[in-house]
């Protein structure tokens, strides 16, 4: 970090104690992009994609109530003209998980809202599981000792209770935990074919059944009928780590998606989020040539002034109490 940067963020930190020791003060709240990924309640949840339904629903209730929530294309044209409310909000969901259609767009619907579901296209139209979901069912659910994956060996032991039990955040605790963890560190940002080849080890030596994924993602008729009430985004079109592929392959990614989200929701889509919020300069390039309004990033923080269309900041949101959901939005 450089010494602007330092500056910058002893700024920040002592800005938000200032906000922590004076909790009535009238601070001026801030724009912001949510992100969610799964409304589920699983105490399984290592990257912190799922959020429950009841918790959803609060949080949802307190933005209808409190802050002006705009579908993100909007936000993103009002920030380019400068005219962006303080207070304005943009609800986004990465992936297309089946649960987002069912648990999470009637409560939305409820309070007319409006909000933004970004899909991996190639993988909706196949109806594929995430590769990280399927990774971790076979793991974790192997009556095996002993997994070979990726030239590694790995010693699993026997299974136990707290296997199933992964908090958001924590370090992975037990054997299997940590073989999963050390895989998909290893191939995340390998190309799609690596990666099941790797799946494919995994699978021959686990017997997992891939019949009955535990989140599947949403089907093209599901994001049909979405449509009609969210906006549909472009995750591009493998989930793929676009700044780890080829350039002719980035733009293969960015380019098909317009054409494949607009088959399945009957309109071009207008804003992008880059997959596991990977971006460089060549791929805000891509995506602004494409024709994109605004792509998102996972990068952590509001909507500043500073904040560039094709790179905008959001806030992942988590499984947050309502008092700990208001105090994020206010600490930006």
């Known amino acids: 970090m450089g010494m602007n940067g330092g500056l910058e963020r002893a700024s920040e930190l002592g800005r938000k104690a200032m906000r922590r020791a004076w909790p009535g003060a009238p601070w001026p709240v801030r724009p912001a992009i949510l992100m969610y990924h799964r409304i589920a309640d699983d105490a399984f949840d290592p990257w912190g994609l799922a959020v429950p339904r009841h918790t959803f629903a609060d949080q949802i209730q307190w933005l209808a109530k409190n802050r002006t929530v705009l579908d993100l294309a909007e936000l993103a044209r009002l920030h380019a003209a400068g005219s962006l409310p303080r207070d304005a909000v943009a609800i986004t969901f990465d992936d297309g998980y089946a649960s987002v259609a069912r648990e999470a767009l009637p409560i939305i619907e409820r309070f007319g809202l409006k909000a933004t579901i970004f899909i991996p296209a190639s993988l909706v139209e196949r109806q594929a599981e995430f590769w990280w979901d399927e990774l971790s069912r076979s793991i974790i659910n192997f009556r095996g000792d002993r997994l070979l994956a990726d030239g590694l060996t790995f010693e699993l032991g026997a299974r136990e209770p707290d296997d199933h ?168």
């Open 165 to 332: 039990v992964w908090p958001p955040g924590a370090e992975p605790a037990t054997r299997r935990q940590k073989a999963l963890h050390e895989i998909w560190s290893r191939i995340r940002t390998r190309p799609l074919d690596e990666i099941e080849q790797v799946l494919g080890e995994v699978r021959d030596q686990t017997g997992a059944d891939r019949s009955s994924p535990g989140d599947r993602l949403m089907s093209t008729g599901a994001v049909r009928e979405a449509s009609s009430d969210v906006s549909i985004g472009s995750h591009a079109m493998t989930h793929a780590s676009l700044p780890m592929l080829k350039q002719n392959e980035r733009a293969a990614e960015i380019r098909s998606s317009i054409s494949a989200c607009e088959a399945m929701a009957g309109s071009r889509p207008e804003c992008f989020a880059y997959p596991f919020g990977e971006y460089d300069d060549e791929t805000e390039r891509l995506v602004k040539a494409a024709g994109f309004v605004c792509a998102c990033t996972s990068d952590h923080g509001p909507v500043t002034a500073e904040a560039r269309l094709m790179a905008l900041p959001r806030v992942g949101v988590g499984n947050w109490a309502l008092p700990l959901f208001k105090r994020v939005l206010l600490e930006l």
